[in-house]
């Protein structure tokens, strides 16, 4: 599956890894076949949508049977680079990297937190969610020995772009950032942000401008 | 302004609580116009989506002089309804929830969280970042009387889809979900989905697949 020849639209590239943890969830489950019906109503994505983005890999399905579930198992796992672990850094240990150490990546793919940092002596040293904490000194070091080159961001954001420079010059190439502030990076890293106020902000807006749709979830 | 007879796209609200923020800190700081150049570097939009956003609303910009940072600010604060505070309701304070509890959201913005639950002996009856946490139990009569209608879930994925039936029952018309559980809902009710594996997956396909493109960022 050569994928640099292949380029799909990136709203469709963010459903993957959402269709590949359903198909886990009934290939598991034993189920051979699946129609996109089926797969709209579990993913909460419309069947049009589902079958024009399963369409950018070629013809996946088969009118009046649906799509093999072991088929598409196999595709996803190989699309999304499942026999691959990445190991990514979090940076910052309050509540919310905490609850990212807490929540169990691997246990739908193949993207672990494989170290953590902060600056806190209360947090340096210790274990959170199996992972080490380490303190922020050791931050260039200990990234080059593990051969991290994604971070999470989970810091206070008076200090997320001062760290953010830290973690280009330490060739770190993809960045989700969850702290409110726009960080500035070359063009060559990839920052994905996750603003908590602003995704409320949105939901709101929505509510009070488009109350009465039939609604597509805007975020998956 | 009326809201009602004007549909723009969901991918250009998204961005309206994002321009709003950054217009809030000119403004703040005595800046009296800004172009879409400015505007773009800051916010990190390109700039011909800046303006394409903003066509939607109308002329707001001169050519060669840019926009007025006053008009934006009025312009953006009846938009998104900036006047009127919108309450919301937290169920589930883990380190996740805390985090939100912690969040100053009512600094950039005027959506507050008024009440939070959980079923935590050690929780409930606490006040968490200046909110009170109540037993889950006086979900129902507490949403009524305070009238709350949009919700941050931030429980176990096992509980998510029972809490949310108590919701919808209970009058919600929004949920920001942040639980890995798809969420059944009537079509009347409005959930967006923050996946934070998937959001992890998501940045990891992009790096190995498209590793030396300029960017846009994909998640504002």
Same mark, same amino acid.
């Given at each position: ?19 590949? /943890? !359903?198909?886990?969830?009934?290939? $598991? ?10 797969? %709209? ?10 079958? /024009?983005?399963? $369409? ?7 009118? @009046? ?8 198992? %196999?595709? !996803? ?9 990445? +190991?990514?850094?979090?940076? @910052? ?11 169990? !990546? ?17 947090? =340096? @040293?210790? +274990? ?16 080059? $020995? ?35 502030? /726009?960080?500035? =990076?070359? $063009? ?13 902000? %949105?939901?709101?807006? !929505? ?14």
């Amino acid at each position: 599956m050569n994928q640099e020849s292949m380029k799909i639209p990136q709203a469709t590239a963010k459903r993957l890894p959402l269709y590949y /943890r !359903f198909i886990q969830n009934l290939h $598991s489950s034993g189920k051979q076949r699946v129609s996109s019906a089926e797969l %709209s109503e579990a993913v909460k994505v419309d069947s049009a949508t589902i079958r /024009r983005d399963f $369409s950018y890999f070629g013809a996946l399905g088969k009118k @009046g049977y649906g799509y093999n579930v072991g088929y598409l198992l %196999s595709f !996803f796992r190989k699309t999304l680079d499942q026999d691959e672990i990445t +190991k990514v850094a979090l940076i @910052g240990v309050g509540n919310l990297g905490t609850a990212f150490l807490n929540y169990n !990546f691997m246990k739908n793919n193949n993207t672990r937190i494989d170290i953590a940092f902060d600056v806190n002596a209360e947090k =340096v @040293g210790k +274990k959170i969610g199996d992972v080490d904490v380490h303190h922020l000194d050791e931050l260039e070091e200990r990234l080059a $020995s593990e051969q991290i080159h994604v971070a999470i961001l989970t810091v206070p954001a008076p200090v997320a772009q001062q760290i953010t420079d830290r973690l280009v010059k330490a060739d770190i190439k993809g960045i989700l950032n969850f702290t409110p502030a /726009r960080l500035t =990076v070359p $063009s060559s890293i990839r920052v994905h942000h996750i603003d908590l106020a602003v995704e409320l902000q %949105s939901l709101v807006y !929505f509510l009070k401008n488009y109350p009465e749709e039939v609604i597509e979830e805007t975020n998956s």
